[in-house]
């Protein structure tokens, strides 16, 4: 009982950073997306004049459809590449270690350095055929799917390594001399056993997939003609880019922001909601 009295002590000083540098920036940002401005002094009340033109302008609504349809491919390969990795990792072979930290190496490297390196390899091929990576828009954006999986597949694998290792051997062989082939066993007991480790790997892949930026803006910076635009940049181009706009790109942040949260709130919900008890 003693110590709940020191709680407020210990607590105040975080409490306090997390406001100051979250908390009254997100209900300003809210605020401001209300309002046409250039400076928070300046902020004249428009109602849902920005939100308006944020769903009227094509380059949104063109990161809108990009930016999901880039989010679900992602999801799905990396995800898939990743357990595949996890799976081959954990049987008894030689070197596995060494393969786990030479995979998990892409995630230790920043967005716009990887961005920038994928674009030489990728312009690199592409030159033979006379063209690159802004030529077409399909380009980008399986570029920005190939750098995304080289980035996180690593990092998944880890995760699904620990989940894997963590599932009793004893139902994998009950179900052996029960007579499950190798895909019922895998249908049946690791995939149910693994689905906590599932459940944070699609929730860290949707995240940083829907919020990708600094490999967008190396790679192909929103090439051909914005085409390739996700939406973090679209909304940066918007604020930064467009005199006039950036209460519009402060309502494209506030849509982005919700959208974001109850695709990540369904994905936990849906996953989380088929975990067992191990």
Avoid: H
Wanted: hydrophobic share 55%; proline share 3%; aromatic share 16%.
């Amino acid at each position: 009982m003693g110590i709940k009295k020191y709680f407020p002590l210990f607590v105040l000083p975080t409490l306090a950073a997390f406001t100051v540098s979250f908390i009254i920036p997100f209900l300003m940002g809210i605020y401001l997306s209300f309002n046409k401005f250039t400076t928070v002094e300046n902020a004249k009340w428009a109602g849902f004049d920005n939100y308006v033109r944020a769903f009227t302008n094509n380059d949104f609504l063109n990161a809108l459809w990009f930016t999901v349809l880039f989010t679900i491919v992602s999801v799905v390969t990396v995800n898939i590449f990743a357990f595949l990795l996890a799976a081959a990792l954990t049987k008894s072979i030689r070197g596995t270690n060494i393969f786990r930290t030479i995979f998990f190496m892409p995630n230790l490297i920043g967005g716009i350095v990887l961005g920038y390196i994928w674009n030489l390899i990728i312009n690199g091929v592409l030159s033979y055929f006379g063209v690159d990576i802004s030529f077409d828009a399909k380009y980008g954006f399986w570029g920005l799917v190939i750098l995304t999986n080289w980035q996180l597949i690593g990092y998944m694998m880890v995760i699904y390594i620990a989940g894997l290792q963590n599932i009793p051997r004893d139902l994998n062989e009950a179900a052996e001399i029960d007579g499950a082939t190798s895909w019922q066993s895998l249908k049946n007991v690791t995939i149910p056993m693994l689905m906590p480790s599932v459940t944070i790997c699609t929730f860290l892949t949707l995240t940083n997939s829907f919020k990708l930026f600094d490999q967008n803006l190396a790679l192909t910076a929103g090439a051909p003609g914005r085409k390739t635009a996700m939406l973090a940049l679209d909304i940066y181009n918007t604020f930064y880019g467009r005199a006039g706009w950036q209460g519009v790109g402060q309502a494209k942040a506030v849509i982005f922001f919700l959208i974001a949260s109850l695709i990540a709130f369904a994905q936990l919900k849906f996953t989380s909601g088929k975990e067992v008890e191990s």
